[in-house]
């Protein structure tokens, strides 16, 4: 089975920005950005996730998601 994770925590590292950061460009809290870092969260809805890729300029949502096989 597959299953989706993020890769926040990395594209963050990549670009410099601290979870403090995002929260700010974001509106999102930050303990839910820490929880979403963690793969923490069973949820995420688009317009977080859209947010999350403005304030990343992300344009491909693979830089982002990643689909993983379960064990």
Not at 1 to 26: A, P, W
Not at 32 to 46: H, V
Not at 49 to 56: G, P, Q, S, T, Y
């Amino acid at each position: 089975m597959l299953k989706v994770k993020l890769k926040l925590h990395i594209v963050m590292k990549n670009k410099g920005i601290t979870q403090t950061k995002l929260s700010q460009l974001t509106g999102i809290r930050q303990a839910t950005i820490s929880d979403m870092c963690r793969n923490a969260r069973q949820e995420i809805s688009f317009p977080v996730i859209e947010k999350i890729a403005h304030a990343l300029e992300i344009t491909d949502l693979s830089e982002l998601i990643q689909l993983e096989e379960e064990n």
